[in-house]
Nanobody, 122 residues
Framework: QVQLVESGGGLVQAGGSLRLSCAAS????????MGWFRQAPGKAREFVAT????????YYEDSVKGRFTISRDNAKKTVYLQMNSLKPEDTAVYYC???????????????WGQGTQVTVSS
């Protein structure tokens, strides 16, 4: 079965950097659109970034554009989220997801990881 496992979360100071990884198994990774979402306490799940199967097209939520970079390594079946210039408002559980179409909403994504906690202190 499909499994997505996030890693790389943790505690970081504001202005610092963190790199999240999501390792996939049980799916034809190179054919899937991959995305990152996040959910802060008391808030709805929010789109962060997505990348198409070839890695040539990416989309970002406005608040993270210029600070976060999504990338993928199809040979390793892994998608990454490089987060720079982190802010306290970036604090959330970050989830990776796989789908068949590029989307900036959660609904079209078919497979989800369990999430990894990112905490940014001021």
């Amino acid at each position: 079965q499909v499994q997505l496992v996030e890693s790389g979360g943790g505690l970081v100071q504001a202005g610092g950097s963190l790199r999240l990884s999501c390792a996939a198994s049980g799916l034809t990774f190179s054919r899937y659109v991959m995305g990152w979402f996040r959910q802060a306490p008391g808030k709805a799940r929010e789109f962060v970034a997505t990348i198409n199967w070839s890695g040539e097209r990416t989309y970002y939520e406005d608040s993270v554009k210029g600070r976060f970079t999504i990338s993928r390594d199809n040979a390793k079946k892994t998608v990454y989220l490089q987060m720079n210039s982190l802010k306290p408002e970036d604090t959330a559980v970050y989830y990776c997801a796989a789908g068949i179409v590029v989307a900036t909403t959660a609904t079209p994504y078919m497979h989800w990881g369990q999430g990894t906690q990112v905490t940014v202190s001021s």
